[in-house]
């Protein structure tokens, strides 16, 4: 087996909890990985959330470290990298004003229908991400544990995705996280994000790795190993963190 030359990740809930600060723990690792091989992050989680999650909590990475750092928001919508001063845009698949509005639309009215509208909410449960649409169930800011409670089968968000998918036939509508459905253009999902990366870095897919937890077929990690990337299955980021652990001292 090639040692690889860029290790990816999902971010929440393989390298942090939902939404939460990666733990110093992940964060050496990330670095000394960084000393290593090129790193690159690909999850639903929009821009600022990268920065705060990941960018904040690795201290004093140098230029030559955060060059290795490619960042993928929204599912690989977006993609930044290091310019030598800060993380800057190297491509963002927007959406259409028109298109926002319908997949806004068709996730309301469709969570209404099948009784999947929260009216008690922790924070919004729609948001526009700019090249993305994402659906929370339970809200934004809804507490991990009662996320992971909600739909541990999955069935949920299957019926749906299937509903809006009907609706949205020019988008791509994927199940997300533990409560989220993700919208983007067409044919625009992690696995995308993984063949931009090779075209940026030309470091071809045999010789990356990825981590994550929902490798799952219909999960939103599912198109990275269906890509043929050879994908490692995780539970949560202290999962990581040992598999980690293992891979260090063999680059």
Same mark, same amino acid.
Request: with cysteine; glycine share 8%.
């Given at each position: 087996?090639?040692?690889?030359?860029?290790?990816?990740?999902?971010? @929440? %809930?393989?390298?942090?909890?939902?939404?939460?600060?990666?733990?110093? &723990?992940? $964060?050496?690792?990330?670095?000394?990985? =960084?000393? &290593?091989?090129?790193?690159?992050?690909? #999850?639903?989680?929009?821009? !600022?959330?990268?920065? /705060?999650?990941?960018?904040?909590?690795?201290? %004093?990475?140098?230029?030559?470290?955060?060059?290795?750092?490619?960042?993928?928001?929204?599912?690989?919508? &977006? +993609?930044?990298?290091? @310019?030598?001063? !800060?993380?800057?845009?190297?491509?963002?698949? %927007?959406? /259409?004003? @028109?298109?926002?509005?319908?997949?806004?639309?068709?996730?309301?009215?469709?969570?209404?229908?099948?009784?999947?509208?929260?009216? /008690?909410?922790?924070?919004?449960?729609?948001?526009?991400?700019?090249?993305?649409?994402?659906? #929370?169930?339970?809200? !934004?800011? $809804?507490?991990?544990?009662?996320?992971?409670? *909600?739909?541990?089968?999955?069935?949920?968000?299957?019926?749906?995705?299937?509903?809006?998918?009907?609706? =949205?036939?020019?988008?791509?509508?994927?199940?997300?996280? #533990?409560?989220?459905?993700?919208?983007?253009?067409?044919?625009?999902?992690?696995?995308?994000?993984?063949?931009?990366?090779?075209?940026?870095?030309?470091?071809?897919? /045999?010789?990356?790795?990825? +981590?994550?937890?929902?490798?799952?077929?219909?999960?939103?990690? +599912?198109?990275?190993?269906?890509?043929?990337?050879?994908?490692?299955?995780?539970?949560? *980021?202290?999962?990581?963190?040992?598999?980690?652990?293992?891979?260090?001292?063999?680059?």
């Amino acid at each position: 087996m090639n040692m690889p030359r860029l290790v990816a990740f999902d971010l @929440d %809930d393989t390298l942090a909890p939902s939404k939460a600060a990666i733990d110093p &723990r992940i $964060a050496a690792q990330l670095r000394a990985l =960084l000393q &290593r091989v090129d790193v690159a992050i690909i #999850s639903g989680g929009n821009e !600022q959330q990268f920065r /705060s999650q990941v960018i904040a909590q690795l201290g %004093d990475a140098d230029a030559t470290e955060l060059a290795r750092l490619h960042l993928l928001p929204t599912c690989g919508t &977006r +993609y930044l990298r290091h @310019d030598g001063t !800060q993380f800057a845009t190297v491509y963002a698949h %927007d959406l /259409s004003d @028109d298109e926002k509005t319908a997949a806004l639309q068709a996730l309301h009215e469709e969570a209404e229908r099948l009784g999947l509208w929260e009216q /008690s909410p922790w924070g919004e449960i729609l948001e526009d991400r700019g090249s993305q649409i994402t659906f #929370s169930a339970l809200g !934004q800011k $809804a507490p991990g544990d009662v996320k992971h409670q *909600w739909d541990p089968s999955g069935a949920k968000r299957a019926l749906l995705r299937d509903a809006v998918a009907a609706r =949205l036939p020019g988008l791509e509508v994927r199940s997300g996280g #533990s409560t989220s459905i993700d919208i983007t253009r067409a044919g625009i999902d992690k696995a995308h994000g993984m063949t931009a990366l090779t075209e940026h870095t030309g470091i071809p897919l /045999s010789d990356m790795l990825f +981590y994550g937890d929902r490798l799952d077929e219909g999960g939103n990690d +599912y198109p990275v190993l269906a890509l043929g990337v050879r994908s490692v299955a995780v539970s949560g *980021w202290e999962d990581t963190a040992t598999k980690l652990d293992e891979l260090l001292p063999t680059l």
